[in-house]
Nanobody
Framework: QVQLVESGGGSVQAGGSLRLSCAAS????????MGWFRQAPGAEREFVAG????????YYGNSVKGRFTISRDNAGNTVALQMNSLESQDTAVYYC????????????????WGQGTQVTVSS
């Protein structure tokens, strides 16, 4: 089992930046591919970014490519999402997620979820 706790959400103006962090505990962190999803009001949950167990491979949703960067620290059991050039459309609750298989994570198959953190971008 893995417990995930996000932090770093908040409010920012369009064009600004935020950095989300997710701390993991429980099973060995390096066993899991990690990712971020988001859900805006009235919308389905959307894949944002993923990273393989080693951190070598990263994956992004089309709407965030070139603006967001995912990274992980296996020694510290954390995964981060650096969000730059934020737009109002990025407003959502952001969730940290884990799955043993990166391909499954990209399809939205998640074994463990965090509780979510709100990101609000004002124009």
């Amino acid at each position: 089992q893995v417990q995930l706790v996000e932090s770093g959400g908040g409010s920012v103006q369009a064009g600004g930046s935020l950095r989300l962090s997710c701390a993991a505990s429980g099973d060995p962190f390096s066993l899991y591919a990690m990712g971020w999803f988001r859900q805006a009001p009235g919308a389905e949950r959307e894949f944002v970014a993923g990273i393989s167990q080693s951190g070598v491979n990263t994956y992004y949703g089309n709407s965030v490519k070139g603006r967001f960067t995912i990274s992980r620290d296996n020694a510290g059991n954390t995964v981060a999402l650096q969000m730059n050039s934020l737009e109002s459309q990025d407003t959502a609750v952001y969730y940290c997620a884990a799955h043993r298989f990166p391909a499954s994570l990209r399809k939205g198959e998640v074994e463990y979820w965090g509780q979510g953190t709100q990101v609000t971008v004002s124009s």
